[in-house]
């Protein structure tokens, strides 16, 4: 594979992860009892998870500059992967406590662990300057 094939599936990777962050990031803001899987909300809790929402979206827009130059903005590319990872370990705690439920593994699914190998490797060419 070439680096100009190497660059533009970074950017790809990069433009789609910025799209879905914005897109789950409204959804949480406006519906935060999704996070909830039928857990009555309180009315704290709904204000963290839109404040949560909001930052998932402002991930977005990170990602979505470094879509632009994935060489120049890998370090936006590594802090969203430092909490790709750290979510799932923080839910297998928090199930494993019984604070949550295992449902909510499909929310580590849907919005870290499918982006752990990708964003690694845009990470990985990145330092070692092959895009």
Not at 49 to 58: E, H
Not at 71 to 100: D, E, M, Q, R, T
Request: glycine share 8%; with cysteine; net charge positive.
């Amino acid at each position: 594979m070439t680096n100009t094939t190497k660059l533009k599936y970074a950017k790809t990777i990069m433009f789609l992860a910025a799209l879905y962050n914005i897109f789950w990031g409204l959804v949480i803001s406006a519906y935060p009892q999704v996070l909830l899987f039928g857990n009555p909300p309180t009315d704290f809790l709904l204000i963290i998870l839109r404040c949560v929402g909001m930052l998932v979206g402002v991930y977005g827009i990170a990602y979505y500059f470094a879509s632009r130059d994935p060489n120049a903005y890998w370090p936006l590319i590594l802090v969203g992967w430092i909490g790709k990872l750290l979510g799932p370990i923080g839910s297998v705690y928090y199930v494993a406590i019984g604070k949550l439920t295992p449902a909510f593994f499909w929310v580590n699914v849907f919005n870290d662990i499918i982006w752990l190998v990708p964003f690694g490797w845009v990470i990985y060419l990145a330092v070692k300057k092959r895009l």
